[in-house]
């Protein structure tokens, strides 16, 4: 089992920057792909980006695309995402998920154990 603690939210203004961590824990870390997920007020959850447990190829929305990086630190346990160019649509809670030996999956679905979430504001 893993247990996941994000971090890393505030408030900025559009066109700032963030870095969300994802930490985990459990010695099982490494062979879990980590996905990361928001969800805005009234509106449903949806995939922003995940990185596979096997440090393969990346998955980015595209609405994030250019804009958000993931990436991983094993040696810690976590999982971070790099947010820049920050615009108010990006407003959500943002939730990190973790999949055990799965490819990088964007179905919420796919993921097995969720964090708690950390909240992300955007203003214009």
């Known amino acids: 089992q893993v247990q996941l603690v994000e971090s890393g939210g505030g408030f900025v203004q559009a066109g700032g920057s963030l870095r969300l961590s994802c930490a985990a824990s459990g010695r099982t870390f490494s062979r879990h792909t980590i996905g990361w997920f928001r969800q805005a007020p009234g509106k449903e959850r949806e995939f922003v980006a995940a990185i596979p447990w096997s440090g393969g190829r990346t998955n980015y929305a595209g609405s994030v695309k250019g804009r958000f990086t993931i990436s991983r630190d094993n040696t810690k346990n976590t999982v971070y995402l790099q947010m820049v160019s920050l615009k108010p649509e990006d407003t959500a809670v943002y939730y990190c998920?973790?999949?055990?030996?799965?490819?990088?999956?964007?179905?919420?679905?796919?993921?097995?154990?969720w964090g708690q979430g950390t909240q992300v504001t955007v203003s214009s």
């Open positions: 998920a973790a999949n055990l030996f799965g490819r990088a999956e964007i179905t919420a679905g796919a993921y097995d154990y």
